[in-house]
């Protein structure tokens, strides 16, 4: 099993540019969910999925849209990036409620 | 949602016992208390969970007293390779309720 994976690993934008973060895993789990962590902090819940076609916004959900078309995949899209969404985005999934979730190694973002 | 405070930072000796203390006052019936560890440039990592009394894996051990009001992280004989950052979450189900805190910074020493 790869586990959770997400490209790309690195990303520069230019304020106003839209981008794609992926997000996949193989390990058949229902939940899915998106994390931003800004240096020296913990990290903050922006959306998640419980499943396919199921998504729902968390603690800091403005800026950023997902969709849940499969179960492995579950992308996030920056409409138009402000220096504010510089940070480190990670991506985890579960099975339902579980306590344990599965983190991908993140993708570090600046928007200039 | 029961808010987690933790020890900001922490130091320690390789070979020494390491107890990081996590105060959740207002736990619900329903709460778990859950602990993850995070590497720098890395996800965090799950490393145990309990309700109750005491847990242990290979890892760690984690100690709940009877009130459930603290919980208690217990790393055995740490390593440089233990310092890391350490959250405590308490985590009663429905997907959106796990809240990550600033955690507690590990420093092993030599």
């Known amino acids: 099993n790869a586990g959770v994976t997400q490209t790309p690993k690195f990303q520069v934008l230019k304020t106003g540019q839209s981008m794609t973060l992926q997000c996949a895993q193989d390990?058949?789990?229902?939940?899915m969910s998106w994390y931003r962590q800004d240096p020296g902090m913990g990290l903050r819940l922006i959306h998640y999925?419980?499943?396919?076609?199921?998504?729902d916004q968390g603690e800091v959900p403005n800026g950023y849209n997902v969709s849940r078309s499969t179960t492995e995949d579950f992308p996030l899209r920056l409409l138009s990036a402000a220096p504010s969404q510089t940070s480190v985005y990670f991506c985890?999934?579960?099975?339902?409620?579980?306590?344990?979730?599965?983190f991908g190694p993140g993708t570090r973002l600046t928007v200039t | 949602l029961a808010k987690t405070t933790q020890p900001i930072s922490m130091d320690s000796y390789e070979g020494q016992e390491v107890n990081i203390t996590c105060s959740h006052n207002?736990?619900?019936?329903?709460?778990?208390i859950t602990w993850y560890q995070q590497f720098p440039s890395q996800g965090p990592r799950f490393i145990i969970q309990?309700?109750?009394t005491k847990v242990t894996n290979e890892v760690a051990s984690l100690f709940i007293p009877a009130d459930r009001k603290s919980s208690t992280l217990s790393l055995p004989r740490v390593s440089l390779s233990d310092t890391a950052v350490y959250y405590c979450?308490?985590?009663?189900?429905?997907?959106?309720?796990?809240?990550f805190g600033a955690g507690t910074r590990l420093a092993v020493h030599p």
């Open positions: 390990m058949n789990h229902e939940y």
């Open positions: 979450l308490v985590f009663s189900g429905g997907y959106n309720k796990l809240i």
């Open positions: 207002n736990i619900a019936t329903n709460d778990y």
């Open positions: 309990g309700y109750k």
């Open positions: 999925s419980v499943g396919a076609g199921i998504t």
């Open positions: 985890a999934s579960s099975y339902s409620t579980s306590y344990e979730q599965y």
